[in-house]
Structures are given as C-alpha cells and as structure tokens.
C-alpha cells in the first residue's frame, strides 16, 4: 500500500463534496468550509505578495529612498498617488468617512471604461460586423454566370450568418411592436438565439462531465489503485 | 400514477447516479475510441505542424487546477509536441498556478519515452516566466518590451541572462502563441491586445464552457484554431499523435452524454403525454 496523507486528505474532501449529491450532511459541510477557508487565505497571500509588495512596494521604496538619503525625485514617486488612492478604498471600512472610497472607485471605473471600450470596439465589435458582411455569391465569372462563393455550402453558410445575425438584432429592437414582418423576423431571432443557448448548454454539461471525469479518474487511478499497490 | 408521471417526478439522485455509472464504466474498461478531427483543431494544428525548427512559440497557461482535466491533456500534448520538433518555448501565466501546471506538462514531457534521447536544456529549448498580475496589461506592456512585464523568470534568472531570450524584445520576436484558458484573464484578452493591436498568430484551447465566447473570433480569423474542452483536448492528442488519457476519457463523456440526452428525452416526452405543457399554457392565459 502506497500511503501518501494528502492523497488521503484529497480523497476524503472529493468524496465529502460529492456526498451532497446524496444530500446535505456534516461531511459535506466540512469540506466546503475548508475548501472556503483554504481559497481565502490563499488569496489573500497571492494579492499580497504578486500586488501590494511586488507592484506598490518594490517601486515606490526605492523611490522614497532615493529621496530621502539624496535628495532625488524619481518616477517611482507616481506609486504614491496609487498607494494613497488604495488607502481611499479602505476608507469604505468607516462608515463615517466611507464616501471617500468613492474617488478611488471612479478612477477604477472611468479608467477601465475607457480601456476595455477600444478593446471591445475593436476586435468584439468592429471586426465581428466586418465579418458578417460576407459576399452570399461571387464576382460575375467571365463566362457571365454568377457562382457561390466557393461551394455551395459555404453560400449557404454565409447566408445564414446574415438571417440569423439580422434576426437576431430585429429580436432585441423594442422600440416597435414585434408583429407582421417584423414580429415574424424576431421570431425567427428568438430560433437563433435558442440554437445559440443549446450550443452553450452542450458545451457546458461537456465541460461539468470533463471536471467530474477528472475527479472520478483521481479517485479510481490514484486513491484507490494506490491503496492496492 | 403511470409511467410518465413517475418519470417527471424521479428523484435526481437516480439521474446522478446513472451519470456516475455512465463515466465510471467505461473509464474502467479504458478503451480508445476513434475520433474525427474538426476543422477549429486541424486549423490550430496546421499552423503548429508548419513552424520550423527553432521557431519560437509563446504559451500562456491561464487556468488553475480546478480546470485541469479539461487543459491539461492538450497542454501536454503541445509541451511534447515542441520539445519533439524543437520548437522553443516560451512560457508564462496571467494566473497565478498557471506556470505551476506548466510545470506539469513539461516534467511529462520529459519523463516520455519518446523525448528519452532528447536534449532539452532549461533556457536554451523553454524557459518559465512564471506568472504576473495585471491581467490584460500585461500582455499590454509585453506588445512594448517583454522584459517590462517579467524581468526575472520563475527561477529567479534575470531575463538578460537567459539565451533563449536573447533576441526576444516584443510580440514581433515570436512565431506563434498559445493560449491555455479557463476564463478572465484568457483568450478573450489575448485576442483583444496580442492579435488586434500585435498581430500575433494565436491558437487557444478553453473550457468546454468558454468556448463558444470564443468561436466568433475563430470566424473572424482572429483565432487559428480553438481546442474546445477535453473533446478538443483529446483531438489535438490525436493529431500529434500523443493520445493520452482525453483520448481515452472520451467513450466515458460519450456515455455521459448519452444518459443526459435520453433523460432530457424522456422528461419532454412524459411532460408532453402527461399534458402539463398544455395545462400550463392554458393556465397562462
């Protein structure tokens, strides 16, 4: 027997979650406080170390000695307005003053808006339009007729992109009744998107069934053969 | 109460344990089972198979242990791959036990038969970079100066002193990248910055749950391929020629599957014999 404790503790906490499968009892509620307890403290250390002391402190000491022993203004003095800022979000521990937490939490939010809105423009928005415009056919041929893309599967393809992106917009339009044409358009959206939620719900029980197959596989190929070996 | 009634009314627990059985039996009988290779994946493979010896590929491990069983095959898969072909490795994580489960990849690497006769040096064929806060903004700086965003690697070697980065200064400098995702920070991010901004040529392999956030990108060209789940995993074995055990596991999720379509089968059909469709749409009006 190949006793290894924290196959042992690992096995015991995997089997203790899935206990609630059964229903709620002590084993399971052990493990998940452990588990809780563990990914705080875990946390908390990883920010500490990879944010505070490595992005804050490791610049701005040097910074704050070089201008107290000589004198020197550096750039690193710029992690004083982030440090004095970080102290402004604490602030929202008192209650009294806690309204100061909102400057830092704007900057936060403005900074941020501004950033992601180029990112999400670009390749989330702009580039994904461009790629709806697709040609159904191609260019007159020389002999006149005018041929599919390059099959006609792939027309057909490129078509659909357009009813089903078209569509779908139509579906999410408010500002006119959904009736005729056009309620007839947002229900063929609603169809879309349906097809659209399907796929994700596919992939999501593939997803679920991967991580419990990785459990089952660490119980059965390394607890238990362990213990037989 | 007939049969369909009781069908609506089964306790879940049995559904549990049919799905258990349904990945347990199978997982133990560990057969292979035959797998086509999708378009997403031969596209992601293409491109990897066609880099020349000494190309350098950078690979971001943006996931933890808990999405493990879905990355880690085609993780593995990719680490033998280049240290097979010799292709040099360039390693890094936006999560913080991203470099820790590249470590993974590579000892198993090592330790195959196949790499036996191999030489594969520490900062000369991989180097680690280890991980580095900052989400996006560290792909961000990397599009400047790789040495802004990581100035030592895992190892504590200063970035000037490893000779497999020598003349890597930014994004221009590699030949292909790779993305492990489980989540934010992930694909979505290195899309955003390294393909839209750099122009890197990005292959990524998600979560089964990620992965249809990122096919819009895949069919705007902003991806090469995508490895979606242990599917894509075990495909991507497939096409190395590493099959390990997403190959393997792949007759478990298929029985799984199986069990969960008959149940949603079952349960639609006695919702509609057992007229509670009907009931409720009248009741609705």
Do not use: C
């Amino acid at each position: 027997m190949n006793f290894d404790i924290g196959i042992w503790i690992a096995a015991f906490l995997t089997l203790g979650i899935m206990s609630f499968l059964y229903k709620d009892n002590p084993w399971y509620k052990i493990s998940e406080a452990i588990f809780i307890g563990l990914s705080a403290g875990y946390w908390f250390v990883s920010l500490f170390w990879q944010n505070l002391v490595s992005k804050l402190w490791d610049n701005l000491w040097p910074a704050l000695d070089a201008l107290f022993t000589r004198g020197e203004f550096t750039g690193g003095l710029l992690y004083l307005i982030a440090g004095i800022l970080g102290l402004m979000m604490l602030m929202r521990l008192v209650p009294q003053i806690g309204w100061i937490s909102r400057w830092p939490l704007a900057l936060v939010v403005g900074a941020t808006a501004g950033l992601q809105f180029i990112n999400y423009l670009v390749s989330n928005g702009v580039i994904q339009v461009y790629n709806t415009i697709t040609p159904l056919f191609g260019p007159v041929s020389e002999a006149g007729g005018i041929a599919p893309v390059t099959d006609v599967w792939h027309g057909l393809g490129n078509a659909l992109i357009l009813v089903g992106t078209f569509t779908g917009l139509v579906y999410f339009f408010f500002s006119k009744e959904h009736k005729g044409f056009f309620g007839g358009a947002a229900r063929v959206g609603t169809w879309f998107l349906m097809i659209t939620f399907g796929a994700s719900f596919g992939y999501t029980v593939m997803s679920r069934m991967s991580l419990l197959i990785g459990r089952l596989d660490f119980l059965v190929n390394t607890w238990i053969t362990g213990i037989f070996t | 109460m007939g049969f369909w009634d009781k069908m609506l009314a089964i306790d879940r627990r049995w559904i549990f344990l049919f799905v258990g059985l349904s990945l347990l039996i199978p997982m133990s009988l560990g057969i292979e089972t035959k797998l086509s290779i999708s378009p997403e994946t031969a596209g992601l493979f293409d491109v990897y198979e066609n880099l020349p010896p000494g190309s350098k590929v950078l690979m971001s491990f943006d996931y933890d242990p808990p999405s493990a069983p879905e990355l880690q095959p085609m993780a593995d898969a990719a680490v033998k791959y280049a240290f097979m072909h010799d292709l040099k490795l360039i390693i890094m994580g936006l999560w913080p036990q991203g470099p820790l489960q590249a470590e993974i990849s590579i000892q198993r690497a090592l330790d195959s038969p196949e790499l036996k006769d191999k030489e594969v040096e520490y900062g000369v064929d991989y180097v680690n970079l280890g991980f580095q806060a900052g989400n996006e903004f560290v792909i961000q700086r990397m599009g400047s100066d790789f040495r802004e965003a990581f100035a030592m690697d895992i190892r504590g070697n200063r970035y000037e002193d490893i000779p497999i980065l020598k003349n890597v200064k930014n994004f221009s400098n590699i030949d292909f990248a790779f993305n492990f995702s489980a989540g934010y920070p992930g694909t979505v991010e290195w899309v955003q910055v390294a393909v839209d901004r750099y122009d890197v040529v990005l292959g990524a392999g998600n979560t089964a749950v990620q992965a249809p956030l990122a096919y819009p990108y895949l069919g705007a060209g902003q991806l090469v391929g995508l490895l979606g789940g242990m599917r894509g995993g075990a495909e991507f074995e497939v096409a190395t020629g590493f099959s390990a055990k997403a190959t393997v596991f792949m007759l478990s999720q298929t029985f799984a599957h199986a069990i969960v379509i008959l149940f949603i089968i079952v349960g639609n059909v006695a919702y509609a014999i057992t007229g509670r469709g009907k009931s409720k749409l009248e009741a609705d009006r």
